[in-house]
């Protein structure tokens, strides 16, 4: 608007020193003179130019308005997101959710080949804290890692998968230490601290509920079920019979015990 306000003073200006300069330059005979023409025309001809500089800069603002509403409209979105517990991967459980879903997962869960006499097992309780044991013989050395953690973070993806995340895990040992004992008939062990197979704190780990159909699930976690019980995976019961922990960074599995 200043700009417009400013062209149109200017524009004044120029012809009122026109219309001056035409009064000063009328000879005796009242005809206009060649200088006369010559101002005309320049006023004439710079006018135009004066007008149609502001509709370049008009349509500058009207841009960033629509950026603006853009914006806007995202973050509307995300709050409203967020506000009613989605993530991009499904359902954020709240706390009482949680409880509800350790209360009926409580269990031992176990991840083993079946060869080699080793074994992982994840103790879960009502609370979602968990105890973690693992423990293999090799070379003379007794393996074997101690820890204590907790789930939490859940998501529902759909009715048969959940995703949780391991906030924390608590060793009992340091890695790599090594000491000696002796049991109760005199024989000296020698130990070694190892590391957690499988799961970490930090990592997030898939939850598949008991009956899930077979064929929806990672093949990794369906090989973990198949080994110690060597099973063809063509011969894995559909559905599947047990409930389990997938990580699958690690391609490994902790699915409930069921032996006695």
Known sequence: MKKRTVIAML?????????????????????????????????????????TEPSETTATPTVETTTLVTEESAQESSDETRESGETELGEELTPDQMLEFFRANADEYMMSSGAGG???????????????????????????????????????????????????????????????????????????????????EGDILYFYVEGSATAD????????????RALPLENVPDPFPLAGFYNPVDDTAYIEDDYE
């Open 118 to 200: 080793w074994a992982a097992y994840l103790n879960v309780t009502n609370s979602g804290s968990f105890t973690y044991n693992y423990h293999d013989f090799d070379a003379g050395a007794y393996y074997i890692c101690h820890a204590q953690g907790q789930f939490s973070n859940m998501t529902k993806i759909d009715d048969n998968i959940y995703t949780v995340e391991v906030i924390y895990m608590n060793y009992e040992y340091n890695e790599g230490d090594e000491w000696t004992e002796v049991d109760t008939d005199g024989i000296e062990i020698n130990y070694v601290a190892a590391d957690s197979y499988g799961i970490h």
């Open 11 to 51: 524009l004044a200006s120029a012809m009122m020193l026109t219309a001056c300069d035409t009064l000063m330059t009328v000879n005796r005979d009242g005809e206009p003179s060649e200088e006369t023409d010559q101002t005309n025309i320049t006023a004439v001809t710079t006018a135009p130019v004066e007008v």
């Open 217 to 228: 699930l990672p093949e990794g976690y369906v090989t973990w079920y198949a080994m110690p």
